[in-house]
């Protein structure tokens, strides 16, 4: 068939191929059509097994809003729809129910201040215009709400409504327009994979040839996903609320308002209020699978669970007492376990893209989520940083029944939790634990969750439980984590750092094919391990980790767990099939120490017959040594910038070696450390973490990790020429590492820059610094579409704003701790 669209009946014809193929015509699917026809791709198929918004989306209360976002690509998206709802309409002559009255989030506690006013000051530097107003004022606009207990709102004009099926018709219009062709009253049966690809969608009317799939079908894409051996983890959950008669004094123009202190929002709908749910404790829906004739569907209301949250209700907007109920409305929306959407092509497959799992947003994220999934499959890197939506972050284990639904539980309720730094989920927990569990918790060890392994996040002194208080400031915890800190930095310490993935790469051709996908050198003697980030061909981060040659046919790589599926996804992609290298994931062949500090050296010799010092193990390698009766991998490697090792454990040995060290340490004063005292040390070093504060959208070069990449080595590696032509044009910005000069402030994630008085970028991570005395961030700091060069960051005069006070900092492009990496080489 060729790749013009079919004129006339033609047009109508059920096709035999296709370029796309779109499974689901809810506004995700729509939107994402939309957008493939904007960039000019043809031969577009859509697939919806009902009718257009029969899904999830007809129901949808319809909110939209582009601000209280902590996330630059979230904002991104959601601003992006905005923009295009504010215009669709004219666009395709539909109507979309677009009503930009405004939204305004209300605080009634001191840490939800100041987590809205840090929000803001996010939003606004990404030009979201975001109003602080008194309660007086809320009370002006919005006079039936009890106002006495708000300490302030945050008034953001732009964001407000829509009506969500007519922005999806709106969408599919414009699709059709472009040349895309929708078949309702058709169902995907079956994905027919050969080669790593899907190369033919079965449906009830017949089989379409493919090129490329993609998956919306909301809380079925976890089905479908399964037709195609991918990976969807996600949950239909319920999701309530409650329309009122029409109640005097509520009128069309009052700005949407939110209390996520009481997990609600109200806006008015004909006349009446349409009163919403995020409750902390939901419920899980469909657990045996979604009924076969789902279309337009609702679900039976539990009003007993409901009305305590009614109740609150009636305080907030008394005149809900004495309204009629309208409709009180039940729909199943999807929830991922860590509520971020996924998004992109999924890593068992090189084909099958994924849009699903949009946690209650899938409106206002709609028109930013079709734009980003066409510009990423037209041009197969995406242009936003996709770290925290990339399918390829969920891991086999997530989509177990019981962890889905056991996490369902709380992820609707956690979008209107405080936002608190380092908080996590509390369901679904202990589904992975290192074979030092038990030993650490026994030593005072408060866990937090990565990638499902209960890690150590720090330790509490004997008596005291050890147990989080959350707040914006200083938190219970801060003055352990700070002794941890400093017992690395002089003395000795210990972490467990099992959560570390490895895959094993190896066979004759593995070094020849390692070498074109790492940026850095591996062909290294044996023993040898290198740090290296993995490119695409725009020269931008698709993997940091290190790779260490443990033979001349054998490498083995490092990288963080919750990256593993994407590392080995990019290693298949990349090693061709008939190559003699092969790829293992060996995460659970080898627990992990890691063993830091000046006192490392003397402590480990304590230990081993083998000779540890600077000549015998030099920086960078890795050795077997003995330890007790076991033999462990050592790599003398650091990311805390001291003399340490991380020993790699056959996990049959794991409580042995741990238990000897402990014994043998008792005469060195070592201490157990967790992940964030792991977090400052680095942070203090300017060590990079990916998904952190690097992410897809970074170069090695503009991040500071120039030092790490091979231009000349002989065949290249992937990415090399983008980076040469970005050496020519110069750098878009350049990752900066602050310090403020008043020790009190806390850095955590987002907080502004400001050069000479003007925004510049935002701090991606943060952490206190202390050994250094204050706060420690990085961040990318930019010039207005200029190059920036390393006079414009020595020339400037620097402050970072937190909840709105600025304060001034000290930004360096080297690492202000140890900027020489002597410790680490002592
Ligand atoms: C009560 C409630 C209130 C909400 N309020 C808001 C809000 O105010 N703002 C907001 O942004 N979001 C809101 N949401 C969330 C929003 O509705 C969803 O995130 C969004 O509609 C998801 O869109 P989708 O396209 O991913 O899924 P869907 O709309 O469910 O579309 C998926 C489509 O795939 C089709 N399909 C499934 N299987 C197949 C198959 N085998 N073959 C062919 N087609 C198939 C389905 O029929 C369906 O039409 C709310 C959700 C609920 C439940």
């Not at 037709?227 to 319920?238: D, H, I, K």
């Not at 997530?398 to 609707?412: F, I």
């Not at 070498?515 to 591996?522: E, G, L, T």
Request: charged share 25%; glycine share 10%.
């Amino acid at each position: 068939m060729p790749d013009d669209q079919p004129l006339g009946k033609l047009a109508n014809r059920f096709p035999q191929h296709a370029k796309v193929v779109i499974i689901g015509g809810g506004v995700i699917g729509c939107s994402t059509a939309y957008h493939l026809a904007k960039l000019g791709w043809k031969d577009i198929v859509l697939l919806e097994r009902t009718q257009l918004t029969a899904g999830t989306t007809w129901h949808a209360a319809g909110l939209i809003e582009s601000g209280g976002f902590f996330s630059a690509t979230s904002l991104e998206m959601t601003k992006y729809t905005l923009e295009l709802y504010r215009s669709l309409e004219a666009e395709t002559g539909q109507a979309t129910g677009n009503k930009n009255v405004g939204m305004i989030t209300i605080a009634t506690t001191p840490d939800r201040l100041e987590e809205l006013r840090r929000v803001a000051a996010f939003d606004r530097a990404f030009g979201v215009e975001m109003e602080e107003l008194s309660a007086g004022k809320i009370k002006e606009i919005w006079p039936l709400a009890y106002t006495d207990d708000i300490l302030a709102g945050f008034f953001s004009p732009g964001d407000g409504r829509v009506n969500p099926i007519d922005v999806t018709m709106a969408l599919a219009k414009g699709a059709r327009t472009g040349g895309v062709r929708i078949f309702e009253e058709t169902t995907v049966t079956g994905l027919t994979t050969e080669d790593q690809r899907v190369t033919r969608v079965v449906t009830d009317k017949g089989e379409i040839q493919a090129e490329v799939v993609v998956n919306c079908a909301g809380m079925w894409a976890r089905e479908i996903g399964k037709l195609a051996g991918v990976n969807v983890p996600l949950q239909p959950t319920e999701h309530y609320y409650l329309i009122t008669e029409a109640i005097e004094g509520i009128h069309t123009d009052l700005p949407v308002l939110v209390d996520p202190d009481k997990y609600a929002y109200y806006r008015e709908e004909v006349g009446g209020i349409l009163f919403g749910l995020f409750e902390p404790v939901s419920a899980p829906w469909a657990l045996d699978g979604i009924p076969k004739d789902f279309s337009f569907g609702e679900i039976t209301p539990d009003w007993d669970r409901m009305m305590p949250y009614l109740e609150e209700a009636m305080k907030r907007i008394p005149a809900l007492e004495n309204a009629g109920i309208h409709q009180f409305f039940c729909g199943p929306e999807s929830f991922t376990p860590d509520l971020g959407p996924m998004m992109g092509l999924a890593p068992e497959l090189d084909n099958f893209y994924v849009a699903a799992g949009f946690n209650s947003l899938g409106i206002l994220l709609g028109g930013g989520a079709g734009r980003v999934m066409a510009q990423w499959i037209v041009d197969g890197v995406p242009d936003v940083d996709v770290t925290e939506i990339d399918i390829a972050r969920m891991l086999p284990f997530e989509n177990t029944p019981k962890y889905v639904k056991d996490r369902a539980v709380e992820v609707l309720g956690f979008m209107f939790e405080d936002r608190y730094p380092n908080k996590h989920f509390k369901t679904a927990r202990n589904a992975r634990k290192s074979a030092f569990y038990d030993r650490l918790a026994a030593a005072g060890a408060y866990f937090g969750v990565y990638a499902g392994w209960e890690y150590p996040d720090w330790f509490a002194p004997e008596g005291i439980e050890p147990k989080v208080d959350y707040s914006w400031g200083r938190q219970n915890w801060f003055e352990y984590s700070a002794a941890e800190h400093r017992a690395t930095r002089e003395n000795v310490t210990m972490l467990d750092y099992s959560v570390m993935g490895k895959i094993l790469v190896q066979g004759r051709d593995a070094e020849k094919h390692l070498n074109r996908i790492c940026a850095n050198d591996i062909a290294v003697p044996d023993g040898r391990c290198v740090y290296t980030q993995w490119l695409n061909e725009t020269g931008t981060i698709e993997a940091d980790v290190t790779v260490t040659r443990l033979a001349k046919d054998r490498f083995l790589i490092l990288t963080a767990d919750g990256t593993i599926t994407a590392v080995q996804a990019w290693l298949r992609r990349h090693i061709p099939a008939d190559a003699h290298a092969f790829v293992t994931n060996i995460t659970s062949a080898y627990s992990v120490l890691n063993v830091q500090g000046p006192k490392s050296r003397d402590f480990l010799s304590s230990v081993t017959h083998a000779d540890m010092s600077h000549d015998a193990f030099p920086f960078l390698t890795m050795q077997e040594i003995d330890i007790g009766y076991a033999l462990v991998k050592a790599l003398r490697v650091t990311y805390v910038g001291e003399l340490g090792w991380e020993l790699y454990i056959p996990t049959e040995f794991s409580l042995h070696v741990f238990d000897t060290l402990v014994e043998a340490g008792k005469d060195f004063g070592l201490e157990h450390i967790g992940l964030q005292a792991l977090n400052t040390l680095r942070l203090e070093r300017a060590y990079r973490d990916y998904g952190g504060d690097i992410d897809n959208t970074d170069t090695p070069l503009e991040v500071g990790l120039g030092y790490f990449v091979r231009f000349n080595k002989p065949g290249g590696f992937i990415g090399r020429d983008a980076l040469l032509r970005l050496k020519e044009t110069g750098y878009r910005y350049r990752m900066i590492q602050f310090l403020l000069e008043d020790p009190e402030p806390l850095l955590h994630y987002g907080e502004i820059i400001y050069r000479d008085g003007k925004p510049v970028g935002y701090i991606r991570a943060g952490g206190y610094g202390h050994t250094l005395g204050a706060s420690v961030g990085v961040g990318p700091v930019e010039k207005e579409g200029e190059t920036v060069t390393v006079d414009f960051i020595k020339s400037g005069s620097f402050e970072i704003d937190i909840a709105g006070v600025r304060y001034p900092a000290k930004a360096s492009l080297r690492p202000m701790y140890d900027p020489k990496g002597l410790r680490v080489r002592s």
